[in-house]
């Protein structure tokens, strides 16, 4: 099943991805840059869920941080 994810009108991204992380199994992600500080804003989502599989496709801005993280177990 998809579902399209806008910042728009009273939608709030961090708080619709969270609330999806808190019910799925796996959830992956299409975005063109992603920074470190993105994972703080899911972390409380993600601790909560340790079995969740998260898969981020970014395309060409990254931070350096980012860059050489692979994978988090």
Known sequence: MGYFIT???NKNLKNEIN????????IKILVGFFYFSGFKELYDGLKDNTEIKLKILVGLNVDKTNAGLLEVT
């Open 7 to 9: 910042n728009h009108g």
């Open 19 to 26: 609330e999806l992380i808190k019910i799925s199994s796996e």
